[in-house]
């Protein structure tokens, strides 16, 4: 926006205001009645206008007054893309525009999230409680402003409770058991076979040989994962 100051002394008839270059057109209605207008530029950003308004009063014209603009593209930030983390935290991979200052705001999610900088495109973030967030990058020059959202899902990581080692009546091998707890059913084996109760989430490996080191990995829907190293001797 635009605007002038007149003295009250003078009974204003009309305004009339003139833009020059940077392919500003007025949008504002009946300018020629208004101490105040809006300009839409169409120009090329980082180029150079100007703004005149001449004042017809009962007394005659007051001297054309004249304002250089300066036209800036608006902030056109990036916040990065959506993420799936196997945690309850994560370092944001925002794009900002040079020279420009931004914030984060959280604007959804099941808990609180804490910034290590807030002001910085590529702070670290923790949340309270695992689920979906959503955040906004916004930055803002010289009145104008711009934003982009990015979404997070911080899911929780699977575990196990006690196991139990199951000889085989050779003593040469056994099988190891245990529950699977945490994380986002169904679950899944990725390493060291056996099988998963769909019901009870109880997991009984293959038969593994006395004193050599398996590693079990066990993986849910969200693709987080657990290992766990199974040995022993019978």
């Known amino acids: 926006y635009l605007d002038t100051i007149i003295n009250p002394i003078f009974k204003v008839t009309d305004y009339s205001w003139v833009v020059q270059g940077g392919g500003g057109v007025i949008t504002t209605k009946k300018s020629n009645d208004s101490t105040r207008i809006e300009v839409k ?12 308004l001449e004042v017809e009063t009962e007394c005659g014209p007051i001297p054309e007054v004249c304002v250089n603009v300066n036209i800036r593209p608006a902030p056109k930030p990036n916040a990065g893309p959506d993420l799936s983390v196997c945690a309850r935290n994560n370092k944001f991979n925002a794009t900002s525009t040079p020279g420009v200052n931004g914030s984060w705001t959280q604007v959804s999610g099941p808990g609180s999230s804490n910034f290590s900088d807030q002001n910085d495109s590529k702070s670290d973030v923790d949340v309270t409680a695992y689920g979906t967030y959503k955040y906004v990058w916004f930055e803002t020059d010289r009145g104008c402003s711009g934003s982009d959202t990015v979404e997070y899902s911080f899911n929780e990581v699977p575990d196990k409770d006690a196991h139990t080692f199951i000889c085989d ?60 190293q199974a040995l022993n001797e019978c």
């Open 41 to 52: 530029w169409n120009g090329p950003a980082t180029t150079s206008a100007k703004v005149c």
């Open 169 to 228: 009546p050779t003593n040469t091998k056994y099988k190891v058991s245990f529950k699977v707890t945490g994380g986002i059913r169904p679950y899944r084996i990725i390493q060291g076979g056996g099988t998963i109760d769909p019901l009870s989430d109880i997991y009984t490996s293959a038969d593994i040989p006395n004193l050599i080191p398996t590693n079990i990995i066990i993986e849910d829907s969200k693709g987080c994962r657990f290992t766990f």
